[in-house]
């Protein structure tokens, strides 16, 4: 893997997939409210504290915490794609957190910030996209004051994550991630995630799992949800036949049968591999 070409490629793709992610908000922060109640609880931001969110995305997690810090403190909610980062913005507005909150563009990789210049860093379902998830977290650690904490969230692996599709996907992408290649599942293993946050300098790493389901109001909403958050996805299918479209939305259809209640709800399991560590 070019390490330079993969980011390229990559923020493209998240600033294409932006507007999808805020207009399934609700839907996703919904079902993923769980994860970001974790995360922030295992921080414990305090008033007057800084929190650092990387690849916040539409920010939700980050602006849970940001909740916690008034009066006095601040969250920096950043993102590599500019497009998330206005959606995390506006977000803020719309919460009345605005003066709390300073969102920008940043590299998780990079992190544009003072040694020891933050109180605690949020990460949710990012780390395992990254080139180099440990130069992200020995980032992390620099920006981090003694004793600040980290909390963050990567994707348990595929199997444990129906609503993934991983084969059916793969198909349809005409890809899957070789081993050890950043993706959503990169980080699936809590071993891998102990050792990475370890190499990094944290010394008191804990990692579980912690199970929860995504939810829509049928088979087609669900379908629309992934087209919506997933530009490649979309892309894939813009260049099928249309006979062969349909052949994908069928196995999609009958992989969703064993996730569909009676009454039409979907429901798909998800887990989550979430740590927290001091630095
Ligand atoms: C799966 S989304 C998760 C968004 C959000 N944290 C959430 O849980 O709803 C991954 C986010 O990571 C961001 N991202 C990917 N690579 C990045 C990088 N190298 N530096 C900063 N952000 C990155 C993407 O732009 C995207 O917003």
Not at 109 to 125: F, K
Not at 207 to 231: H, K, N, R, Y
Not at 238 to 267: C, I, M, N, W
Not at 270 to 278: D, E, I, K, Q, V
């Amino acid at each position: 893997m070019d390490a330079e070409e993969f980011r390229a490629a990559s923020r493209e793709a998240w600033e294409g997939a932006a507007r999808g992610w805020a207009a399934r908000r609700e839907a996703f922060q919904g079902a993923a409210a769980p994860v970001s109640e974790w995360l922030v609880d295992a921080l414990d931001p305090q008033p007057g504290q800084t929190i650092l969110e990387l690849t916040a995305g539409p920010g939700d997690t980050g602006l849970l915490a940001a909740q916690r810090v008034r009066p006095g403190g601040r969250l920096i909610s950043t993102d590599g794609a500019a497009a998330m980062v206005a959606v995390a913005q506006a977000r803020a507005e719309e919460l009345g957190l605005a003066d709390v909150v300073e969102a920008r563009t940043m590299e998780a990789e990079w992190i544009d910030l003072p040694t020891a210049s933050v109180d605690g860093v949020l990460s949710r379902w990012g780390i395992m996209l990254l080139a180099d998830p440990e130069a992200a977290l020995r980032e992390t650690r620099r920006v981090l004051r003694p004793g600040g904490r980290l909390a963050l969230a990567v994707w348990d692996r595929a199997e444990a994550n129906p609503w993934s599709m991983g084969r059916l996907m793969a198909d349809l992408l005409g890809t899957v991630p070789e081993p050890g290649q950043p993706g959503p599942f990169a980080l699936g293993d809590p071993e891998r995630v102990r050792e990475l946050l370890e190499a990094a300098g944290f010394g008191d790493a804990e990692v579980s799992a912690l199970d929860f389901a995504f939810t829509a109001a049928g088979p087609e909403q669900w379908w629309e949800q992934q087209l919506d958050c997933s530009p490649t996805l979309r892309g894939a299918l813009a260049q099928l036949s249309p006979a062969d479209h349909y052949k994908a939305r069928d196995r999609v259809d009958q992989a969703l049968e064993a996730f569909t209640e009676p009454g039409g709800t979907v429901r798909i399991p998800a887990r989550t591999l979430t740590a927290a560590a001091s630095a």
